[in-house]
Structures are given as structure tokens and as C-alpha cells.
């Protein structure tokens, strides 16, 4: 007897909630079907069975002209309204987020006076040269070069009177840092193998050490830092002398090949890379 009364009770309970669910999503039905919502946006009704237009959680990326990049275009929109401003949608896909040659240089400028300073500091015997190799050594893992990652920790060394910071957005400003320490070992590696023996890590921090500025080309012209091209449905803007491309498939009339075949992002990868290759060294 006591086993029935508990599948009877349990019946019950399930019966209760099946009834409420239906309930609920009848609710629902009731309530969306008199809202309309725009393109990119789903009616959803609140706990106080209330109506409210929200964006589909799909992810079409977009780059919007505030230089931010959103999953899709109702999320650009809701963030504008938000902030009651002017957003478009500049191109599809991610936010290009590059080092340019004023964001290099005033990295550069910070860590220089970051040495002078130290410099000044200490005795009158120690110079920004004797500071600098007693951090390459301390930064070395051993094979007598610095590298980006060693570069890094370098800066990390005294990262609050530094104060290196590009965006308000914390994974941007750390990817600027990290974009900007490959454009200064770039400066002065001589040898191009894109780490920094002592000599080439004491060239690039030191104020009077000026190196041929390197610009880029493109079909027989050169392009001075931060100007923008379009490749196919790909835009492309000029820093620190390389191409830097978003990575879009482009197919259709504006494929690469001229084709309906889709170009890969592995052959658009080889495609900057071969833009890079016919960059120039330009006297700044």
C-alpha cells in the first residue's frame, strides 16, 4: 500500500510539472506571437511573462567602426544603442589588431626612459648599457639571445612604472604588448632570426640607435605605415613594414581565382605572405 501511494504521489508530481511546462511554453506562444523582433534577434518571454527581443547566439563575427570586434551584427547594435553611439559594421570578421610604428616607438620610448632613470639612479659609473646587460643575462635561458617571450618578461620586470597600456580591453592591450615586442626585436635583428643577441638587444634600447625604417609594397608602391588596402574581400593595413590581412574565405566573382572555388585559409596565409615578401627598406 505504502509503495503505491508513493508511484501514485510521484505520478502526480510529474503530471503537475508536464501540465506546467505546457503551460509555460503556451505562455510563451501566447506572448511572442504579438512581438516582433528584427533580423538577428529572438522573442523571449521573461519570468514576469513579459516579452523582450534578445540577439541569436550565432557567431558571424563583425568589425565595427568603434575598432571592436562582435559575434554578429545584433550584438553591435544592442552595444550602440547601449552607449547611445554611431556603430557600423566596418568588414566582417574580426577586428584587425596590429602594431603600428607610433605604437612600437612609444614601447621603446617607455622602456628608454625606464633605464635612464635607473641609470641616474645608481652610480655615476653605471650606464644604460651595464643596466641592459644585466637583465639580457637575467632574462637568458641560457643561449645567449633574448627572445619574445623572454622580451616579455623583461617588461614584466617593472610592468607599474612602465605602465604599457594600448586598450582599455585587457586581451587586446596584452596581444598589442606582445605584436609590438616582436616589432622591436624586428628593429634591430640584424640577422633576422628573430631573437636578440646583447648587442642587438642594447641596439634596439638605446635612444641615439636609429635603423632603416622597412615600408611596404604592393605592386610597385610603397605604402607608409597605417595605410589600408583591399585583397579580394580581405582588408589589409600596413604596420611596422608587413601586411597585416583578416583571413575572410572570399569565393564567388572576388575569389583570388577567379572561380566559385573557395580559397582556403591556409592558401590566404601563403597569399600575405607572399605580399610581405615584396616589402621594401625605405629611409624614414
Keep these: 500500500f505504502v509503495l503505491l501511494c508513493i508511484e501514485y504521489l510521484l505520478l502526480l508530481h510529474i ?5 506546467k511546462n505546457t503551460l509555460k511554453r503556451k505562455s510563451w506562444l501566447s506572448v511572442c506571437a504579438r512581438t516582433f523582433c528584427g533580423a538577428g534577434r529572438e522573442c523571449v ?3 514576469r511573462g513579459e516579452p523582450v527581443c534578445r540577439c541569436l547566439q550565432v557567431k558571424h563575427w563583425v568589425c565595427g567602426s568603434n575598432g571592436k570586434s562582435y559575434r554578429n551584427h545584433c550584438e ?3 552595444d550602440a544603442c547601449i552607449t547611445q553611439t554611431k556603430i557600423h559594421v566596418e568588414h566582417r ?23 635612464q632613470k635607473e641609470a641616474e639612479d645608481l652610480a655615476s659609473n653605471t650606464s644604460a648599457g651595464d643596466i641592459l646587460q644585466t637583465y639580457f643575462q637575467a632574462y637568458d ?18 610592468e607599474t612604472a612602465l605602465n604599457i597600456t594600448y586598450s582599455d580591453t585587457l586581451q587586446t592591450n596584452l596581444l598589442l604588448r606582445s605584436l609590438c615586442v616582436d616589432a622591436l626585436i ?15 638587444f642594447i641596439n634596439c634600447l638605446t635612444p641615439t640607435y636609429h635603423p632603416t625604417e622597412r615600408k611596404c609594397a604592393l605592386e610597385d608602391e610603397v605604402f607608409e605605415d597605417g595605410a589600408e588596402t583591399q585583397m579580394e574581400c580581405n582588408k589589409c ?19 583570388l581565382k577567379n572561380s566559385n572555388e573557395e580559397m582556403t585559409e ?9 605580399l610581405n615578401a615584396l616589402q621594401v627598406d625605405s629611409l624614414s
Design 93 to 115: 570578421g574580426h577586428c584587425l589588431v596590429v602594431c603600428f610604428l607610433s605604437d612600437r616607438d612609444w614601447m621603446r620610448e617607455r622602456v628608454i626612459q625606464w633605464i
Design 186 to 200: 624586428e628593429l634591430s635583428d640584424e640577422n633576422a632570426d628573430w631573437k636578440l643577441s646583447l648587442t642587438e
Design 141 to 158: 635561458d641560457g643561449d645567449s639571445q633574448l627572445d619574445s617571450n623572454e622580451f616579455l618578461r623583461f617588461l614584466k620586470h617593472n
Design 237 to 255: 593595413v600596413c604596420a611596422c613594414g608587413n601586411w597585416v590581412c583578416t583571413t575572410l574565405t572570399c569565393n564567388g566573382a572576388s575569389s
Design 266 to 274: 591556409e592558401e590566404w596565409s601563403r597569399r600575405v605572405a607572399e
Design 45 to 47: 518571454s521573461t519570468d
Design 15 to 19: 503530471i503537475h510539472c508536464l501540465f
Design 76 to 78: 553591435l547594435h544592442r
